[in-house]
């Protein structure tokens, strides 16, 4: 499972905000063996007063943060760190100064998914990547 929430000032995220969709899937995808078909993406874009970052960030900042269940593996989540960073930058234009990203890990049995337990559910891909 991954989760994603999206945070960058409205002006700048709305424009974007299906591409922008789209790349972080993708390096979801590839850099966790992901199933493509699982997408579960929020935006909150915000109004400039109410979103502080420091000096050095353009209108552009944005956030990422993932939760997943653990049990990927350092390399993994490098790479999709890496992945996020790279596409990111080329195809919406957020430099890399301009993004920050967090991936929150919880255990599965910390997850409520179609009525079970995560640690009850029947995956059709693996978490220990």
Same mark, same amino acid.
């Given at each position: 499972?991954?989760?994603?929430?999206?945070?960058?000032?409205? &002006? =700048? *995220? @709305?424009?974007?905000? =299906? @591409?922008?969709?789209?790349?972080? =899937?993708?390096?979801?995808?590839?850099? %966790?063996?992901?199933?493509?078909?699982? $997408?579960? =993406?929020? %935006?909150?874009?915000?109004?400039? &007063?109410?979103?502080?970052?420091?000096?050095? #960030?353009?209108?552009?900042?944005?956030?990422?943060?993932?939760?997943?269940? &653990?049990?990927?593996?350092?390399?993994? $989540? @490098?790479? *999709?760190?890496?992945?996020?960073?790279?596409?990111? #930058?080329?195809?919406?234009?957020?430099?890399?100064?301009? *993004?920050?990203?967090?991936?929150? &890990?919880?255990?599965?049995?910390?997850?409520?998914?179609?009525?079970?337990?995560?640690?009850? *559910?029947?995956? !059709?891909?693996?978490? !220990?990547?």
């Amino acid at each position: 499972m991954a989760q994603v929430k999206i945070y960058g000032i409205r &002006e =700048h *995220l @709305k424009p974007i905000q =299906h @591409k922008l969709s789209d790349i972080i =899937h993708s390096c979801i995808v590839e850099a %966790f063996k992901y199933p493509a078909d699982k $997408k579960f =993406h929020r %935006f909150f874009p915000m109004e400039q &007063e109410d979103f502080y970052y420091a000096p050095g #960030r353009t209108a552009a900042y944005t956030i990422l943060e993932i939760s997943i269940f &653990e049990g990927r593996s350092t390399a993994s $989540k @490098k790479e *999709l760190i890496r992945l996020l960073f790279e596409r990111i #930058r080329d195809g919406v234009g957020i430099s890399p100064e301009d *993004l920050e990203i967090t991936i929150f &890990e919880t255990p599965t049995a910390s997850w409520g998914i179609r009525g079970l337990p995560g640690d009850e *559910l029947q995956l !059709n891909y693996n978490v !220990n990547i």
